[in-house]
């Protein structure tokens, strides 16, 4: 059984001291928090990401609703792209706000591999 306690040496010895046991976190408490600070920095950008999606998907559909109705008012050429390009908006939300709805079964086909791949042959 590993020790969350790791043996560090005193005045310069070579071998750890008996008495200085100073309390460290076990490295799977380490790669958590690693990986949950890697999944927060992620989740961040994607939803960064989608909010400049937004933004442009704003900005450029209000310009050519204008164009529309300045130039060609009865003919709403403007529907075509807002709605072909509001589509995949929609799903650029979908993917960033549902919170990987794959993800449990994802995980379980990891663990079924990762445990292929580390089962000992038969004897």
Known sequence: MQSRFRRIPLFGDSEPAQNSLIPTP???AMNDANQNLQDARRQVE??????LHLAVYLIINSGLLLLNFLHNPGQPWVLGPVLGWGIGLLFHGL?????DPGAQW???MIERELQKHHR????
Request: positive net charge.
């Open 46 to 51: 994607r939803k960064i990401g989608f909010y």
């Open 95 to 99: 993917a960033v706000f549902l919170r």
């Open 26 to 28: 076990s490295r799977t």
């Open 106 to 108: 994802k995980q379980r």
């Open 120 to 123: 000992t042959p038969p004897t």
